[in-house]
C-alpha cells in the first residue's frame, strides 16, 4: 500500500490525539483565539443586539442634530495632497449634512496643492485655505486649522480620504447621543483595495481591526484612537487640551488625552470614510514603523501616569492602554521565544505542524472575515477579498509581527521617532526637548 503525505498528516495528528495539538499550538488557543476570536463575537452580538434596542434613541439624537443644527469644522491639514484634494472636497459636498466648513492648511507643499486649493476657494467650494510656507508638521497644520476653526465639533480627515454621502452625520450623531462622549472615531476602509497585493491585505486588515476590532473596545470601554484619517471631537474637549502634539502617533495621544479628561470616546460604524493605503509592502513597513513606535513613545512614556496609583486614576483608561501594550508588546516577545521552542522541539515533524498551523489560522481569518461581511453595507465590493484570507496569516503572523517589533526595539533603545522625516527637524527637537 502506498501512503500519500496526507495519509500520514492524518495518521501523525490522530495518533498523537488532541493533547499534541494543544501543545503545539497553545499560543493560539489561550492567547490569540479568546481575545481576537471568542471575545469578537460575543461582544458584537450584543453591540448590534443592543444598537437594534437603542434605533430610537439614535434617530431622536438625529433629530435633535438637525435640530440645533451646529457648524462642524471639518479640518484638513496636508502636505503634498493636490492629487488627493479636488476628491476628498467632492465628497464633502455631497454630505447630507451640510452645515459645515471646510478648512484646508497646506503644510509646505511643492506640488501644485496651493494652486488648486486656491481654486477651489475662489469656486465657494472650500471655506478657508491657509498655507506654511515652511514645513512645520502636520500636528502644527492642524493646530494652525484648528485656531482658526468655528464650529462646535471638529472633523479631522486626512486629504486622501473620501466618504459615503450621510458619513459627517453619523459620525456627529454620538455627540447627542451622550453627553459625555469627547470623541468619535469613523469607520475607515481602504478605497485602493483593488490596486495591489499589498493594498488588498490591507483591505482585510482593516476590516478585522477597524470596522469589527473598534466596534468591540468601544463597546468595552477601551476604545484607545480616534483615526486622523476621519475622527470628529468636541471644540471644548480640544480647546482643554490644546489641540495635536507633535509626534508620530498623534491620532493615538489625543485620544488618550481626552480619555484622560474622562471625555467617553466612541467608535461609529455606519460613519464610513475610505483611504488610501501604501501600495507596496516597502512603503507600508515604512508606515507602520512609524506608527507602532507610538505606542512605545506616548502610550509607555508620556501617558505612563495611567499606570500610577493617584487621585485622577481610572481603570478603563488603565485596562486600555494595558490591552494595547500586553498582545501588542508583550505577545510579541513571547511568540518569539514560543516559536524557537516549537522549531527546535519539533525539527522532524515541522511538515506536519506547518500544514495544520495553516488550515488553523486560516480557518479563524475565514471565520473572521464572514462576520465581517455580515455586519458590512459594502460586503459586495468586499466579497471578492475572501481570496486573500489564506495569505493573512502570513501577512498578520509574520509580516505584520515583525515590522512592529523592529518598530518597539527601534524606539525603546534609540527613540527613533524622533528622526522621523515624517516630522522636521526642528518639530521634533522640540518635541523631544519638553518630553512630547
Not at 146 to 159: P, S, W
Not at 191 to 196: A, G, I, L, P, S
Request: aromatic letters at 16%; glycine letters at 6%; hydrophobic letters at 45%.
Amino acid at each position: 500500500m502506498i501512503y500519500t503525505f496526507w495519509d500520514e498528516f492524518f495518521w501523525y495528528w490522530y495518533s498523537n490525539g488532541f493533547e499534541k495539538v494543544f501543545y503545539i499550538f497553545w499560543y493560539f488557543f489561550l492567547l490569540e483565539a479568546p481575545r481576537f476570536l471568542v471575545m469578537d463575537m460575543v461582544v458584537l452580538f450584543a453591540f448590534y443586539r443592543s444598537r437594534r434596542k437603542k434605533a430610537q434613541i439614535y434617530e431622536e439624537a438625529r433629530q435633535k442634530l438637525y435640530f440645533e443644527n451646529p457648524l462642524v469644522s471639518l479640518l484638513v491639514p496636508g502636505k503634498n495632497e493636490g492629487a488627493h484634494i479636488y476628491k476628498l472636497v467632492d465628497s464633502i459636498n455631497k454630505q447630507s449634512y451640510t452645515n459645515t466648513e471646510v478648512i484646508i492648511v497646506d503644510d509646505g507643499s511643492d506640488d501644485d496643492t496651493p494652486i488648486i486649493c486656491r481654486s477651489l476657494l475662489k469656486n465657494g467650494l472650500i471655506d478657508v485655505f491657509l498655507r506654511n510656507d515652511v514645513r512645520g508638521g502636520k500636528a502644527s497644520a492642524a493646530n494652525l486649522a484648528l485656531r482658526n476653526a468655528k464650529g462646535k465639533y471638529i472633523v479631522h480627515l486626512d486629504a486622501d480620504t473620501s466618504f459615503d454621502n450621510q458619513a459627517i452625520e453619523r459620525i456627529i450623531i454620538p455627540f447627542f447621543v451622550d453627553k459625555n462622549v469627547g470623541a468619535v472615531g469613523g469607520n475607515v476602509k481602504v478605497r485602493n483595495q483593488d490596486e495591489t497585493i499589498a493594498t488588498s491585505l490591507q483591505a482585510v486588515e482593516y476590516l478585522q481591526t477597524i470596522s469589527v476590532g473598534r466596534v468591540v473596545t468601544a463597546y468595552l470601554g477601551i476604545y484607545k484612537i480616534v483615526s486622523g484619517a476621519f475622527g470628529a471631537f468636541r471644540m471644548e474637549a480640544l480647546q482643554r487640551i490644546g489641540g495635536w502634539d507633535i509626534g508620530p502617533g498623534l491620532d493615538g495621544d489625543i485620544t488618550v488625552k481626552i480619555r484622560k479628561l474622562g471625555y467617553t470616546v466612541a467608535f461609529e460604524p455606519d460613519a464610513v470614510g475610505l483611504t488610501s493605503v501604501p501600495p507596496t509592502f516597502r512603503r507600508l513597513s515604512n508606515q507602520r514603523l512609524r506608527w507602532n513606535k507610538s505606542l512605545i513613545r506616548f502610550r509607555m512614556r508620556k501617558h505612563s501616569d495611567i499606570f500610577k496609583a493617584q487621585a485622577s486614576f481610572n481603570f478603563s483608561n488603565f485596562f486600555a492602554i494595558f490591552e494595547n501594550i500586553f498582545f501588542n508588546v508583550i505577545l510579541d516577545i513571547i511568540w518569539f521565544f514560543y516559536m524557537v521552542t516549537i522549531i527546535v522541539n519539533n525539527i522532524d515533524h515541522l511538515g506536519f505542524i506547518i500544514p495544520l498551523k495553516i488550515m488553523i489560522y486560516g480557518t479563524a481569518s475565514f471565520i473572521q472575515f464572514l462576520i465581517v461581511l455580515a455586519l458590512s453595507n459594502r460586503w459586495r465590493t468586499e466579497i471578492k477579498l475572501i481570496l486573500y484570507i489564506p495569505l493573512m496569516m502570513f501577512y498578520n503572523g509574520y509580516y505584520m509581527r515583525i515590522v512592529r517589533t523592529l518598530a518597539y526595539a527601534k524606539e525603546i533603545f534609540f527613540y527613533s521617532s524622533y528622526n522621523d522625516p515624517w516630522n522636521p527637524a526642528k518639530s521634533s527637537d522640540k518635541a523631544r526637548e519638553f518630553g512630547l
